[in-house]
């Protein structure tokens, strides 16, 4: 889905950075940080951004901005908060980006645009369903996996591509049924599958590496159940 820098008007891509800069500012300034001053978890925050480096490089697609991949944003802020998955997943952005360029098909001018679409947007949505699993259902295991991680997945997935495929359109790069017979399809196929592979590694985190999962609490889920 990774938007080449020719496909939106100049004014889209440049205007995509002021918001994308004040999500940064508030992230840096509320983040976490002191989770990463121990080297375990700054490790496996490192390795989730290299994993998903290499997972955002390996995309399908027939046309200019009209690319698969999984995403990954479910589980990263599962595991690190939304505040330190969105500034990871910017940073696989950079990678990904940075390998498009050396390659020749790919630029900085529309990074705005894809890290507000692909990194801000997913991961607000998944913390917002895992608040709202917290609040209106039971404290079980079985929730957690189910409807916070893999429900959660399908849904960032869906609801992604949804967004991309709304903007294509609004920006007249694509018409309508181009992007509902040939793209939009093809993401609700992805979000079952990123659905599944979200749910299995929650499930084996949860089930031997706990505390690389924060949103995840033994106590509460777990205990006397």
Request: proline share 5%; net charge neutral; glycine share 8%.
């Amino acid at each position: 889905m990774n938007f080449p820098d020719a496909l939106f008007p100049q004014a889209w891509a440049l205007g995509a950075f002021l918001p994308l800069l004040a999500i940064w500012l508030w992230c840096f300034w509320t983040a976490p940080w002191r989770r990463l001053a121990d080297s375990g978890q700054l490790n496996v925050w490192l390795g989730t951004v290299v994993m998903l480096v290499l997972v955002w490089s390996m995309q399908a697609g027939v046309k200019p901005g009209l690319n698969l991949h999984f995403l990954g944003a479910t589980m990263f802020a599962l595991m690190f908060g939304r505040q330190l998955a969105i500034i990871g997943l910017s940073l696989v952005l950079v990678g990904v980006t940075l390998n498009g360029e050396l390659q020749g098909h790919a630029g900085w001018l529309a990074y705005g645009l894809n890290a507000l679409v692909l990194a801000v947007f997913p991961v607000l949505l998944a913390d917002l369903i895992r608040r709202g699993v917290e609040r209106f259902l039971p404290d079980n295991f079985f929730i957690y996996v189910f409807v916070t991680a893999f429900f959660g997945a399908a849904a960032s997935v869906m609801a992604t591509g949804l967004l991309a495929s709304v903007l294509l359109w609004l920006a007249g790069v694509y018409p309508a049924p181009t992007l509902l017979d040939d793209y939009l399809p093809y993401y609700f196929l992805l979000g079952f599958a990123e659905a599944w592979l979200n749910g299995a590694l929650v499930t084996l985190m949860v089930v031997y590496q706990p505390h690389w999962v924060g949103s995840f609490d033994d106590r509460r889920y777990l205990l006397n159940k």
